[in-house]
């Protein structure tokens, strides 16, 4: 059950580490005026999706603790 666990933590900080490296990397991108509006729209699509899954998975885990 506690591998469960570390499994569980270890993909939410994965998945919240993709959200904020796509932010990160479109003020760079943008900064740098080098990415067009689409591949920022597509980065930060990328990680909102990532957020998205974090949450799903979070809330997930409140309904089942036992899982």
């Known amino acids: 059950m506690e591998n469960k666990t570390k499994v ?3 993909v939410t900080l994965v998945f919240k580490a993709v ?4 932010a990160v990397a479109v003020i760079v991108l943008g900064a740098l005026g080098t990415a067009t509006v689409a591949t ?8 909102l999706f990532g ?3 974090n ?3 979070q809330g997930e885990r409140d309904e089942h603790p036992s899982h």
Request: proline share 0%; no cysteine; net charge negative.
């Open 8 to 10: 569980d933590e270890v």
């Open 19 to 22: 959200a904020l490296a796509m």
């Open 40 to 47: 920022q729209v597509t980065l930060l699509g990328i990680g």
């Open 51 to 53: 957020l998205a899954i």
């Open 55 to 57: 949450s799903l998975s």
